[in-house]
């Protein structure tokens, strides 16, 4: 009987005891359950104050009292910040002892520009459970962490400086110099009538399209600065504009820089211009350019924008909106651009230009040192308009290609003492071929090729064009580096020389008529690797990688110097002599004469090339009498003025 009792208290204990620890166990998974809820609610008003950080509202899981003033006041905050919002990410959420409140950190990322770092910066938002569910707390902390109630954000840009193109021996040739920004202020234009004439006048005054500007003033807000053009500061167009303030009302001048080169005609079409980014121009960067910045529009500035354009940074700064003081929160500095080294001298490419200035037909003059290839000058006349007559035009390269056509000879077995027949005239093929007018008659018959050479005889090359191969034009031109593929970083031509079958076309071709075409930079190249002794390959941007193309049959040093001894004859004895004054080392020259058109008599292009110690020159008129009258001169006078 004992023992039963024993064993029925035992199950009673026990029965007991399983009670009070399932009831345990509920109570506590019960409190789990309402944990994880509570987290939970917690969250999501975190992430619907995410979402609304992001988007720049204020969402309805905010607790606030005048909900509209909050509203205004978070548009107030994030006025500065453009069209840029963070991205908002809910990192963690904490749960107080209570049960009834709680904290998710927010996460908040900034990113102004690709590729750059990002301003990332971590704030709190409260939580509370009504009887409604949670609702989450306002405070301007939520935006940004420390933001006082009277301060919004701004973000602003930091333009990079940009970089300079640096010339020969490393002198900046382009670099910021100051301007002056011309155009009417708005502000000080309230009629509208007073506006427009103002606009007009402005327009004839620095030549730009009245009927353009005046619409774009027209359009222009009332606190606008309207820019009409830009003058380099103290340029006799700046001094004459700002003497006509008192005629044109509201007429503002604005002091700038720009990266500009030494002077306005300085390699122009070399190094293009810089200016605001257009629209096309922003669309294709990618975001890299924005509305306001200076980039690259033509020629080597734009070639290599992104380069000189350096990296733009910015700043965000807590503004108070009623005192205008600012305090730093985030910046990230510019990086200036990087310079881009050229090979141009500045001394011998403003004689160059100088030389060009007063040349009405498109005209070019190259220079290059043929020890390194390295471009001293590349400049192309007023004439041109603005086109790179140097680098890109394509012309009849006329008599002196006679040099190329003297070396195919020479390979082909004909020596400077063989003799050729100067004849008055010589018909291939019926076409009949002269030399030209005043050809000196003591020069006529039998004479050494080197005496045609510097008489320039046509006839004598044309009749000697049966002498040649199919392809014999081509190697000689190849040799001479005239017919590889430029490599100077901006668009570049260089000679075209067929190969023509003898007969009419190969007979034209001995004299640089016919197929033959070349720019100027072809011909300087010529003499420049006739200099050297080898081909040369022409070099504008040093960081720039070489082009090279093996040539089949190469120029040797006994080629090369027979050229030369034949070109010193040119200007001592030949068609170039008014080249022989000349200061310093001696000038080898060859000048040439090419018609085109079908005027009677022909109209003519005026060339020479030139070789006057470590420089080689092609100087080139479109429109000339003859290369010993027209072009001869201005390299005279241009190498008179680098030996000063």
Same mark, same amino acid.
């Given at each position: 009987?004992?023992?039963?009792?024993?064993?029925?208290?035992?199950?009673?204990?026990?029965?007991?005891?399983?009670?009070?620890?399932?009831?345990?166990?509920?109570?506590?998974?019960?409190?789990?359950?309402?944990?994880?809820?509570?987290?939970?609610?917690?969250?999501?008003?975190?992430?619907? =104050? %995410?979402? &609304? !950080?992001? @988007?720049?509202?204020?969402?309805? /899981?905010?607790?606030? +009292?005048?909900?509209? #003033?909050?509203?205004?006041?978070?548009?107030?905050?994030?006025?500065?910040?453009?069209?840029?919002?963070?991205?908002?990410?809910?990192?963690?959420?904490?749960?107080?002892?209570?049960?009834?409140?709680?904290?998710?950190?927010?996460?908040?990322?900034?990113?102004?520009?690709?590729?750059?770092?990002?301003?990332?910066?971590?704030?709190?938002?409260?939580?509370?459970?009504?009887?409604?569910?949670?609702?989450?707390?306002?405070?301007?902390?939520? =935006? %940004?962490? &420390? !933001?006082? @109630?009277?301060?919004?954000?701004? /973000?602003?840009?930091? +333009?990079?400086?940009? #970089?300079?193109?640096?010339?020969?021996?490393?002198?900046?040739?382009?670099?910021?110099?100051?301007?002056?920004?011309?155009?009417?202020?708005?502000?000080?234009?309230?009629?509208?009538?007073?506006?427009?004439?103002?606009?007009?006048?402005?327009?004839?005054?620095?030549?730009?399209?009245?009927?353009?500007?005046?619409?774009?003033?027209?359009?222009?807000?009332?606190?606008a600065f309207v820019e009409a053009i830009v003058y380099r500061a103290q340029s006799p167009e700046a001094i004459a504009i700002s003497q006509a303030a008192e005629r044109v009302p509201g007429l503002r001048l604005v002091a700038d820089t720009l990266p500009l080169a030494p002077s306005a005609s300085f390699?122009?079409?070399?190094?293009?211009?810089?200016?605001?980014?257009?629209?096309?121009?922003?669309?294709?960067?990618?975001?890299?350019?924005?509305?306001?910045?200076?980039?690259?529009?033509?020629?080597?500035?734009?070639?290599?924008?992104?380069?000189?354009?350096?990296?733009?940074?910015?700043?965000?700064?807590?503004?108070?909106?009623?005192?205008?003081?600012?305090?730093?929160?985030?910046?990230?500095?510019?990086?200036?651009?990087?310079?881009?080294?050229?090979?141009?001298?500045?001394?011998?490419?403003?004689?160059?230009?100088?030389?060009?200035?007063?040349?009405?037909?498109?005209?070019?003059?190259?220079?290059?040192?043929?020890?390194?290839?390295?471009?001293?000058?590349?400049?192309?006349?007023?004439?041109?308009?603005?086109?790179?007559?140097?680098?890109?035009?394509?012309?009849?390269?006329?008599?002196?290609?006679?040099?190329?056509?003297?070396?195919?000879?020479?390979?082909?077995?004909?020596?400077?003492?063989?003799?050729?027949?100067?004849?008055?005239?010589?018909?291939?093929?019926?076409?009949?071929?002269?030399?030209?007018?005043?050809?000196?008659?003591?020069?006529?018959?039998?004479?050494?090729?080197?005496?045609?050479?510097?008489?320039?005889?046509?006839?004598?090359?044309?009749?000697?064009?049966?002498?040649?191969?199919?392809?014999?034009?081509?190697?000689?031109?190849?040799?001479?580096?005239?017919?590889?593929?430029?490599?100077?970083?901006?668009?570049?031509?260089?000679?075209?020389?067929?190969?023509p079958p003898a007969g009419v076309d190969r007979a034209a071709a001995m004299i640089g008529q016919g197929a033959v075409l070349a720019s100027p930079l072809a011909m300087a190249t010529a003499a420049a690797s006739i200099a050297k002794g080898a081909a040369v390959s022409p070099v504008l941007v040093l960081?720039?990688?070489?082009?090279?193309?093996?040539?089949?049959?190469?120029?040797?040093?006994?080629?090369?110097?027979?050229?030369?001894?034949?070109?010193?004859?040119?200007?001592?004895?030949?068609?170039?002599?008014?080249?022989?004054?000349?200061?310093?080392?001696?000038?080898?020259?060859?000048?040439?004469?090419?018609?085109?058109?079908?005027?009677?008599?022909?109209?003519?292009?005026?060339?020479?090339?030139?070789?006057?110690?470590?420089?080689?020159?092609?100087?080139?008129?479109?429109?000339?009498?003859?290369?010993?009258?027209?072009?001869?001169?201005?390299?005279?006078?241009?190498?008179?003025?680098?030996?000063?």
């Amino acid at each position: 009987m004992g023992e039963k009792k024993r064993t029925t208290t035992s199950l009673v204990i026990a029965l007991v005891a399983l009670l009070v620890i399932g009831g345990v166990a509920g109570w506590f998974g019960w409190q789990a359950h309402e944990r994880r809820q509570a987290l939970a609610g917690v969250e999501r008003v975190a992430q619907q =104050v %995410a979402s &609304g !950080l992001h @988007t720049g509202t204020l969402p309805d /899981a905010i607790d606030v +009292t005048d909900r509209a #003033g909050a509203e205004k006041r978070l548009a107030v905050i994030y006025r500065g910040m453009g069209e840029v919002r963070p991205a908002v990410t809910v990192r963690d959420v904490r749960l107080d002892a209570d049960g009834e409140s709680g904290t998710a950190r927010l996460e908040q990322t900034w990113t102004f520009h690709a590729g750059q770092p990002a301003w990332t910066y971590a704030t709190q938002v409260r939580a509370r459970h009504t009887g409604n569910g949670w609702v989450a707390q306002w405070s301007d902390e939520v =935006v %940004a962490p &420390g !933001l006082r @109630t009277s301060e919004g954000l701004r /973000a602003a840009r930091l +333009t990079a400086e940009r #970089g300079e193109i640096l010339g020969d021996g490393g002198k900046p040739l382009v670099m910021e110099r100051p301007v002056v920004r011309v155009g009417l202020d708005r502000s000080r234009l309230t009629d509208d009538g007073i506006a427009d004439s103002a606009a007009r006048t402005l327009a004839a005054l620095v030549d730009v399209n009245p009927g353009t500007y005046a619409g774009r003033v027209r359009a222009a807000g009332p606190q606008a600065f309207v820019e009409a053009i830009v003058y380099r500061a103290q340029s006799p167009e700046a001094i004459a504009i700002s003497q006509a303030a008192e005629r044109v009302p509201g007429l503002r001048l604005v002091a700038d820089t720009l990266p500009l080169a030494p002077s306005a005609s300085f390699a122009r079409p070399v190094f293009g211009v810089a200016g605001q980014a257009t629209a096309e121009v922003i669309e294709k960067s990618g975001g890299r350019v924005r509305v306001g910045d200076v980039v690259g529009l033509s020629g080597l500035q734009a070639a290599y924008d992104e380069q000189l354009f350096g990296r733009s940074g910015f700043v965000v700064e807590a503004v108070d909106q009623t005192t205008w003081k600012t305090r730093q929160l985030f910046k990230v500095q510019p990086v200036t651009g990087a310079p881009v080294r050229v090979t141009l001298n500045e001394k011998i490419q403003a004689a160059a230009d100088a030389v060009l200035a007063h040349v009405e037909p498109a005209s070019a003059l190259v220079a290059i040192r043929p020890s390194d290839g390295h471009l001293l000058a590349i400049a192309s006349g007023p004439g041109g308009e603005g086109y790179s007559t140097a680098t890109l035009g394509e012309y009849a390269p006329g008599s002196t290609f006679k040099t190329v056509s003297a070396l195919a000879l020479m390979r082909a077995g004909v020596s400077p003492d063989s003799s050729v027949d100067c004849a008055a005239s010589i018909s291939v093929d019926g076409r009949l071929f002269h030399n030209y007018a005043d050809y000196p008659a003591t020069s006529l018959g039998q004479i050494p090729l080197r005496e045609a050479l510097a008489q320039s005889c046509n006839t004598a090359f044309v009749g000697e064009h049966s002498r040649l191969s199919e392809g014999a034009l081509a190697s000689a031109a190849a040799a001479l580096g005239m017919t590889a593929e430029p490599s100077l970083g901006i668009p570049a031509t260089m000679a075209t020389v067929p190969s023509p079958p003898a007969g009419v076309d190969r007979a034209a071709a001995m004299i640089g008529q016919g197929a033959v075409l070349a720019s100027p930079l072809a011909m300087a190249t010529a003499a420049a690797s006739i200099a050297k002794g080898a081909a040369v390959s022409p070099v504008l941007v040093l960081d720039r990688a070489k082009s090279s193309r093996a040539v089949d049959a190469p120029l040797t040093g006994s080629e090369a110097q027979a050229l030369r001894a034949m070109m010193r004859q040119v200007v001592t004895a030949g068609s170039g002599t008014g080249l022989a004054g000349v200061p310093g080392e001696p000038v080898l020259a060859k000048t040439g004469t090419a018609e085109y058109g079908t005027d009677d008599p022909p109209r003519t292009r005026a060339w020479v090339i030139a070789i006057h110690g470590d420089l080689a020159v092609a100087a080139f008129v479109a429109d000339g009498t003859s290369g010993g009258r027209v072009a001869a001169p201005l390299v005279a006078e241009f190498l008179t003025r680098i030996a000063r």
